[in-house]
């Protein structure tokens, strides 16, 4: 029988590969939109390495990551925990959410006024149109795809890093709104035909829209739940 020092390194023996870190990491995340996790979820590292096949350092340096960006609290003797909001910090992250995506957008616009190649938004809304009956994860990887697309042609390093710690996840998460994806659909081509134009003025404007449309279903929902 091997000796502790002979044996060979299991996955969570091993020093965390930061691209594993990653997968975890994305995955929490995606997994909130499509209800694969939810606010108040605990997370047990265990379980999260056999999900991800990683090992349990990655997974603990995924949760570092996200409880830096406040996606996940931790909680004494139950560990991490899928945040949850409360209403006014909802409509406090959709407030800032909303001047965000709309510079988001008058960025993208910007960059195609000056003559950016804007194929891959056309292909991107191409995609949000072919995903519009999908799973929800197939929806989700469209829906992923065009800020993705937005993002690449506004060049905003800034704007990208902003975009990750919002807690947009978390509200989607909160709030199953039946209407959302129909919703999305309708206010993401409203934004790509702005970009496309170059128009930025109203692609800012668009952008700012969805988020003020977002708020109001969920006002909407709390009030018919309350």
């Known amino acids: 029988m091997p000796t502790r020092k002979d044996a060979t390194p299991t996955p969570s023996d091993a020093s965390s590969d ?10 929490i995340v995606n997994g909130l939109e499509t209800g694969q996790f ?10 999260l390495a056999a999900q991800f096949g990683v090992g349990r350092n990655s997974v603990r340096e995924a949760l ?34 909303e001047r965000m995506t ?25 995609r949000l149109a072919a995903a519009a009956s999908s799973s929800s994860e197939g929806f989700a990887q469209a829906r992923r795809h065009f800020y993705r697309v937005l993002l690449d042609l506004g060049g905003s390093k800034e704007l990208r890093r902003l975009l990750r710690v919002i807690h ?4 989607h998460a909160q709030y199953r709104l039946g209407s959302l994806r129909e919703m999305r659909l309708r206010d993401y081509d409203t934004i790509g035909r702005a970009v496309l134009r170059g ?17 109001t279903e969920i006002l909407k929902k709390v009030g018919e739940e309350g």
């Open 18 to 27: 930061p691209s594993t870190a990653e997968t975890v990491f994305h995955g």
């Open 64 to 97: 570092q990551h996200l409880a830096a960006d406040g996606v996940i609290d931790t909680v004494r003797h139950k560990g991490a925990v899928v945040r949850s909001l409360s209403l006014q910090e909802t409509l406090d992250v959709l407030d800032v959410a």
């Open 102 to 126: 709309g510079l988001l957008a008058r960025n993208a616009a910007r960059a195609v006024k000056n003559g950016n190649p804007a194929k891959a938004l056309s292909q991107a809304l191409e």
């Open 199 to 215: 128009n930025e003025a109203k692609a800012d404007e668009a952008g700012a829209a969805h988020v003020r449309h977002v708020r």
């Open 168 to 171: 947009m996840p978390i509200v």
């Open 38 to 47: 939810v606010p108040g979820q605990r997370l047990v590292e265990t379980d």
